[in-house]
T-cell receptor, first 116, second 109 residues
């Protein structure tokens, strides 16, 4: 149980392109989803927290107009990197948590984004 | 400020036992999580401790002492596939996860 699917797993695109990443909880309802970014050999950096049906809460320093998050249902959240540039290249990982703050976060497989 | 400390890297031998420590200072405490992350992959959940003591799950055990702000992950009968980074994360009073930088575990034959 507790499977989280994240697509696509790998994206290579030109600078200026917008990229959408999907995160789905397959066998549970995710009241809260999290979006992380991870640079090589570094720990996870939380970008934003989203609750179903409400606006995402962004961490300090994360541009909300650059990283658009939509959590339209209890099983789907999307992250759109708008007008991506080479410095946005990174490993993006989503996680989902069921009802209750004490539930563990279950992670998707991550999306490796490379902007040329 | 909030702080999670764990060793950057550890090396152990296949078949042996290794203990990865984690100390924390956070604003409130609602539990501590351990995750395993293989290189290039997303983390996978290993354990959750909210009360003092040892929780055993097969070859992996996790211990918590809230009074000392301390936890460890114990891995027994090490296998080559256990080579990974192990992340300690504490849930603070706002139910936010504070992540450690991770401990890279290298297993040698």
């Amino acid at each position: 149980g507790a499977v989280v699917s994240q697509h696509p797993s790998w994206v290579i695109c030109k600078s200026g392109t917008s990229v959408k990443i999907e995160c789905r909880s397959l066998d549970f309802q995710a009241t809260t989803m999290f979006w992380y970014r991870q640079f090589p050999k570094q720990s996870l950096m939380l970008m934003a927290t989203s609750n179903e049906g409400s606006k995402a809460t962004y961490e300090q320093g994360v541009e909300k107009d650059k990283f658009l998050i939509n959590h339209a249902s209890l099983t789907l959240s999307t992250l759109t990197v708008t007008s991506a540039h080479p410095e946005d290249s990174s490993f993006y990982i989503c996680s989902a948590r069921g009802q209750g703050e004490y539930q563990p976060q279950h992670f998707g497989d991550g999306t490796r984004l490379s902007i040329l | 400020g909030q702080n999670i400390d764990q060793p950057t890297e550890m090396t152990a031998t296949e078949g042996a036992i290794v203990q990865i420590n984690c100390t924390y200072q956070t604003s409130g405490f609602n539990g501590l999580f351990w995750y395993q992350q293989h290189a290039g992959e997303a983390p996978t959940f290993l354990s959750y401790n909210v009360l003092d003591g040892l929780e055993e799950k097969g070859r992996f055990s996790s211990f918590l002492s809230r009074s000392k702000g301390y936890s460890y992950l114990l891995l027994k009968e090490l296998q080559m596939k256990d080579s990974a980074s192990y992340l300690c994360a504490v849930m603070d009073s706002n139910y936010q996860l504070i992540w450690g930088a991770g401990t890279k575990l290298i297993i040698k034959p």
